[in-house]
């Protein structure tokens, strides 16, 4: 599919040049629109032109190249770090049971490392019925090629229609290498998955253009489909004690890493990670200043101990590390109690935290957008309500 533009119906208007939001066309010396390789075919400037004088073309659509209809079953990367189970493998073990039982088809848990086997019977009890688990010494410690030739090697022995995994470091960093090697297509940080019952396809939502619109993705042609869905965007299902599955495992020959992972250094082991934190107290440019933090951390302290995190403008301002990020770039959060502190409430910071339970906004601008997704709106002077609240608490 590519951008063709009809030179003689062009009039120059630089309508389309101002609508493309990749910066890809521009008027060359004659006149007319010229498009350049940030093109992603998406369209906008199509619609906008007054003429048409601009075109998709869209390639003859070749036959797919797999048989869809061999592919069957909803997987989850079980992620693990240490020999602990992350809470977001249990979350995509809620949402991918709920999957698998509108395709009607078995859910599994991939689960990889070494000697992790005693992991299989949470994966259970969180929904699976199936556990693959390959236990090996090339898995023992993360790294991106031997976690990606294991995948690669049960997606092609098991032909799963589904594969889900935490947009985390970790399946963000082996899972677009399993995507190339088995040949399909990957929709990265997803905030909702549907099903369309009647062609068997997984609906990925995820944010686009800059979090503009919301798009909807398929993977008509391939298999399998594949999604990355960030920590915290779906709930951790109930588990249900004693529930039992099929453990099957596989040994296979896993190639060693070409990186030598000599130790493991938590550096953040004295920080609050906001993306796990019941409390969360955020800070956006409205903070003034990295100094201005302190406040917030006094709050957070008053509050028994709740998360800073904070706003891309205050972490781009360099009053914060990114490690406290909240939104589209930044981390998904899901406290009970959630209080934006000089925050305006940017799309791109309430895609990450407007699945709260209660939103305490305090802004001076009574029009910020922030006051639309809030429970509770206080406006006014953060420097002056900040510190009430603190004495209120403490008293
Ligand atoms: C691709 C992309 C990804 C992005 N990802 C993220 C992301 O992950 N997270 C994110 O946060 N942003 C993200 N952004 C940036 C986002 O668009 C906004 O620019 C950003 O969220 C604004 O931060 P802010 O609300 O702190 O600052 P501003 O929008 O400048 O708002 C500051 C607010 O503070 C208030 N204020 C000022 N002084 C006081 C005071 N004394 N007392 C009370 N209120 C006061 C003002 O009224 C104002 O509403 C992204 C942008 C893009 C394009």
């Given amino acids: 599919m590519g951008l063709k533009i009809n030179r003689e119906a062009c009039i120059g208007c630089g309508v389309c040049v101002s609508t493309c939001p990749f910066g890809a066309l521009a008027l ?9 390789e940030a093109c992603t075919a998406c369209g906008a400037c ?6 048409n004088a601009l075109v998709l073309e869209v390639a003859e659509k070749t036959a797919p190249d797999l048989e869809v209809d061999a592919w069957r079953g909803v997987w989850v990367f079980a992620e693990q770090r240490a020999g602990k189970l992350q809470d977001v493998a249990f979350e995509l073990l809620g ?15 991939v689960l990889l490392g070494e000697k992790v086997k005693d992991l299989a019977p949470a994966l259970f009890e969180h929904g699976a019925d199936k556990v693959y688990l390959v236990d090996h010494p090339a898995l023992a410690h993360y790294t991106a090629e031997p976690y990606a030739e294991a995948m690669t090697a049960l997606i092609r022995r098991y032909k799963p229609e589904i594969l889900l995994a935490g947009a985390t470091s970790m399946g963000r960093g082996f899972i677009a290498k399993v995507a190339i090697q088995v040949g399909t297509g990957l929709t990265a940080d997803c905030t909702g998955l549907d099903i369309d019952p009647e062609k068997r396809l997984l609906l990925q939502t995820r944010p686009a253009f800059g979090g503009n619109i919301m798009a909807c993705i398929i993977c008509p042609d391939h298999r399998p489909q594949m999604a990355t869905v960030r920590p915290k965007v779906f709930k951790q299902p109930e588990p249900e004690p004693g529930r039992t599955g099929e ?3 596989e040994a296979l020959d896993v190639p060693p890493a070409k990186v030598r992972v000599l130790e493991m250094v938590n550096t953040m082991q004295n ?40 706003s ?17 770039t930044g981390k998904t959060v899901r406290p009970k109690v959630y209080i934006a502190c000089g925050v305006s409430g940017q799309i791109q910071h309430l895609v990450g935290m407007n699945s709260s339970d209660t939103i305490i ?9 922030i006051f639309n997704v809030a429970d509770v709106g206080i406006v006014g002077d953060l ?9 209120s608490l403490k008293s």
């Fill in 383 to 391: 420097f002056q309500i900040i510190p009430e609240i603190i004495r």
């Fill in 247 to 249: 453990l099957i495992v």
């Fill in 271 to 310: 920080e609050v990670n906001v993306a796990g934190a019941e409390i969360i107290v955020t800070g956006g440019r409205g903070m003034g200043g990295a100094e201005n933090f302190k406040l917030l951390r006094e709050l957070a302290d008053a509050l028994g101990g709740a998360a800073v995190g904070a």
């Fill in 361 to 369: 906004a305090i802004n001076k601008d009574p029009d910020a957008p």
């Fill in 28 to 36: 060359d010396e004659a006149e007319k629109a010229v498009v350049n």
């Fill in 46 to 51: 199509v619609d906008a032109c007054p003429t």
């Fill in 312 to 328: 891309r403008a205050a972490v781009d301002a360099g009053w914060i590390s990114s490690f406290h990020q909240v939104g589209q």
């Fill in 95 to 109: 949402e991918g049971r709920v999957l698998a039982d509108r395709l009607g088809v078995e859910l599994c848990a």
